[in-house]
């Protein structure tokens, strides 16, 4: 039995988890609370196996609080609305990082690895402390997003990313050196998450990065360098040609 304590500060969210929790078996949820002071006692507390950990508390961090406990010997599961946060996740060898609003299929992928994970907790917890700098949004790893695929956790740069093609629910991601990622989230998602001075809505089913754009043809559609033909939709025309009339 894994020994869980629970830190976030919206009580709403952390007794939605806590009822979550409950439904699976090898996991006992043996605390939780909402503020990094509260959360150094806690965890010192209680020794937990694992512990599903908000990076914003307040004023202070998830970041902030690693880097302040003296040791420790527990698997990190970071919650975060804000998926910039989650390259800090990776970089701090979390085991898995869940966003807001967080869903019980993900919360069940997330617990699956548990048992598997063999980082050393040590690890976690020294690069925290070498990478708490990075914590907030707006810093230098901006120029990147962390996409989930049932194989991990992937970084991948937005200069990499040449356009974003949705279906469904899945969006597929087409990316340099002929990659392409499969994610299980809606293409709206990553119309708010990635830049727009970078990205275009072109269509619907397109976001592209214009970086790539070779021209605009009045048929409806942009050609790109790679030789990809990506529709213009007739909504969307006007905010095209204005967008790649005036960028520099």
Same mark, same amino acid.
């Given at each position: 039995m894994k020994r869980v304590v629970i830190i976030e500060d919206e009580p709403l969210i952390r007794n939605d988890i806590e009822k979550m929790m409950s439904r699976y078996e090898g996991f006992e949820v043996v605390g939780s609370c909402g503020s990094t002071a509260r959360a150094d006692v806690l965890l010192q507390n209680l020794q937990p196996d694992l512990v599903l950990l908000d990076v914003q508390l307040g004023k202070s961090t998830a970041f902030d609080l690693l880097g302040a406990l003296p040791a420790i010997d527990f698997q990190i599961i970071f919650i975060t609305a804000h998926s910039q946060y989650a390259i800090n %996740?990776?970089?701090? /060898?979390a085991l898995d990082y869940l966003l807001k609003p967080i869903s019980e299929p993900e919360l069940k992928l997330a617990l699956d690895k548990v048992s598997g994970y063999k980082n050393p907790a040590a690890n976690q917890q020294a690069v925290a402390i %070498? +990478?708490?700098? !990075?914590? %907030?949004? /707006?810093?230098?790893?901006d120029d990147r997003i962390v996409l989930r695929t049932q194989e991990g956790l992937h970084i991948i740069l937005f200069k990499d990313i040449i356009f974003c093609q949705s279906d469904g629910c899945y969006t597929t991601f087409c990316l340099s050196g002929n990659r392409k990622l499969v994610i299980s989230k809606p293409l709206k998602v990553y119309d708010e998450q990635l830049p727009r001075q970078l990205f275009l809505r072109t269509h619907q089913?397109?976001?592209?990065? $214009? +970086? !790539?754009i070779d021209r605009y043809h009045k048929d409806g559609?942009? @050609? @790109?360098? $790679? /030789? %990809?033909?990506?529709?213009?939709?007739v909504r969307k025309k006007d905010a095209v040609v204005n967008f790649l009339t005036n960028r520099d």
């Open positions: %996740a990776i970089k701090c /060898g %070498a +990478q708490r700098r !990075f914590s %907030a949004p /707006g810093t230098a790893s089913s397109y976001i592209v990065n $214009t +970086q !790539f559609h942009v @050609l @790109l360098r $790679t /030789g %990809a033909v990506i529709p213009v939709s």
